[in-house]
Nanobody, 127 residues
Framework: QVQLVESGGGSVQTGGSLRLSCEAS????????VGWFRQAPGKEREGVAV????????YYADSVKGRFTISQDNAKNAVYLQMSSLKPEDTAMYYC????????????????????WGQGTQVTVSS
């Protein structure tokens, strides 16, 4: 059973930075698409960024390009989301997601394509 555990959320002011971590366990295949979705109150889930653990290819939402960076540490089965220049509109619950075995593709932003979801970590950006 795949488990995803997020950490690193919190409250910051506009322009601040946060780093989210996702530790994964239970993979039986070295190839996976792992990343982050977010959901703000009253809004639909939104893909933020994903990474193919087997090759390192990344995809980002246009709204976070240039501000967020997704990375991985395969030795720790961990994926990170470094968030900089945060804006109030980044405020949301952030969820770690994964599907395995798989590679990320151009439809990465479709939440139904991910089999595994973490519990979520809250990010709040105040103006």
């Amino acid at each position: 059973q795949v488990q995803l555990v997020e950490s690193g959320g919190g409250s910051v002011q506009t322009g601040g930075s946060l780093r989210l971590s996702c530790e994964a366990s239970g993979y039986t295949d070295s190839s996976a698409c792992v990343g982050w979705f977010r959901q703000a109150p009253g809004k639909e889930r939104e893909g933020v960024a994903v990474i193919s653990t087997g090759g390192g290819r990344t995809y980002y939402a246009d709204s976070v390009k240039g501000r967020f960076t997704i990375s991985q540490d395969n030795a720790k089965n961990a994926v990170y989301l470094q968030m900089s220049s945060l804006k109030p509109e980044d405020t949301a619950m952030y969820y770690c997601v994964a599907r395995s075995p798989s590679m990320c593709s151009f439809t990465w932003y479709v939440p139904q394509r991910f089999d595994y979801w973490g519990q979520g970590t809250q990010v709040t950006v105040s103006s």
